[in-house]
């Protein structure tokens, strides 16, 4: 059989013109104020779209209902896009628990679940951090345990975001507390719509509402929903951070979805010159300074992450640099946030006024330093694992779990 040649990226891009282009709407359309529920619902119809006419999974491979192109395609796709709205609450999804599939899945696994991840008809979430559990992700007590071909899973998660929408979560469970705490972890696929789930909103100081907490209540679940093998969750789970923080820096197999502090193309003006220009500060020796700081912060941070992430594909780096575009990503995100506060003034504190969505990000832009692992956890990572420094001391690091002392308060709140 004679091999159909690659679209170029021309061709992609003059089909994305012709084809989808049409059919997705402006960035600028979407209300600042919109429920996430909402906004999930019409993500799922957007990413309907873009697989309806071929642009779903630009980097996911044509066995499993992508297209199976180069990061030169996925650049274009980006480029092509920046003026409209994307999915991106399909990041997670795709950009994420789509590549661990790939990593540790079965064949069955990844035929059943990555096409519909793809279509939009499935949304996946991560399932990691619990009550009391603070950064130690490896510290989980949610237990899965066996019984014949099926496991039984107790506990509690927390700080999952959008789980009140999501279709499947991936969750480290316990499955050996005679083992070390990194010895003795799972990870098993969850059927969020299953009663025996509980998923509560958490409303944060800003009426957001977009992370939950979920309780697990003798939840039974098929042998063949583990990814991976038994008690080797941990190396699962280390590889999806990996993964996430390749998503936050613009770098996992969704190609970037994830939106990045600044312009969303190299080509299009920066959200914080218009800014300027709109409080009619632009002319202010002090405002300009700080437009070019924040603009020069966003390019080092574009383009140290698309290095970093060529250095990674062709193992010229560890998958562990993925740290770096994470930690400058955070510090870039919450630096510009700042700027664009103090741009902007008390207008952005007007809850409501044509600027209050600037405050409200400030508010927000610190959690880039805590999602996916600390910003110190990223420099302990860049220390050790890149620059070879000696490791930080770890006193329960080979105890059985069942032996280590840790917050027995995991009561679960009364309905």
Request: glycine share 10%; aromatic share 6%; charged share 25%.
């Amino acid at each position: 059989m004679r091999e159909v040649p690659m679209e170029t990226v021309d061709e992609f891009r003059s089909r994305f013109r012709s084809t989808l282009a049409p059919h997705l709407s402006s960035r600028n359309d979407v209300a600042v104020d919109e429920d996430a529920i909402e906004r999930a619902h019409r993500h799922r119809r957007i990413q309907r779209t873009l697989f309806d006419h071929g642009f779903a999974g630009v980097l996911y491979p044509p066995e499993y209902g992508g297209l199976g192109l180069t990061w030169d395609h996925q650049r274009a796709f980006l480029d092509e896009a920046s003026s409209f709205e994307l999915p991106r609450s399909f990041n997670l999804t795709l950009g994420i628990l789509g590549p661990v599939l790939l990593d540790f899945g079965t064949e069955e696994q990844r035929r059943r679940w990555i096409p519909a991840m793809l279509r939009g008809d499935d949304y996946w979430v991560q399932l990691l951090s619990e009550p009391g559990g603070g950064s130690d992700m490896a510290g989980a007590t949610t237990s899965a345990r066996a019984d014949g071909e099926m496991y039984v899973v107790n506990g509690a998660k927390m700080w999952t975001s959008n789980a009140h929408f999501a279709s499947w979560g991936m969750a480290l469970v316990r499955t050996d507390w005679d083992r070390p705490k990194h010895r003795g972890l799972t990870m098993i696929a969850i059927p969020m719509d299953d009663p025996r789930v509980t998923v509560r909103p958490i409303r944060l100081a800003n009426g957001d509402a977009r992370f939950c907490e979920e309780f697990f209540d003798d939840l039974v679940v098929p042998v063949g929903y583990r990814i991976g093998p038994e008690n080797d969750g941990w190396t699962v789970a280390s590889r999806m951070l990996v993964h996430q923080r390749n998503m936050v820096g613009g770098n996992s197999l969704d190609g970037g979805l994830h939106e990045t502090p600044g312009p969303p193309s190299r080509h299009a003006t920066d959200p914080l010159v218009e800014l300027a220009h709109q409080l009619g500060r632009n002319g202010d020796p002090g405002v300009r300074q700080l437009v070019a700081e924040g603009h020069i912060a966003s390019l080092a941070l574009r383009e140290g992450a698309d290095r970093v992430g060529r250095a990674v594909r062709a193992g010229a780096l560890p998958a562990s640099a993925s740290s770096i575009p994470k930690l400058l990503r955070a510090v870039v995100g919450y630096r510009r946030a700042q700027i664009a506060l103090d741009i902007a003034g008390s207008a952005a504190l007007v809850e409501g006024g044509p600027h209050s969505r600037i405050g409200t990000e400030w508010i927000v832009a610190k959690t880039q330093s805590l999602a996916g692992g600390t910003n110190e956890m990223q420099r302990n990572i860049i220390a050790e694992r890149l620059l070879g420094l000696p490791r930080e001391h770890s006193l329960d690091l080979d105890v059985p779990f069942k032996d280590v002392r840790r917050n027995r308060n995991r009561s679960r709140p009364a309905d």
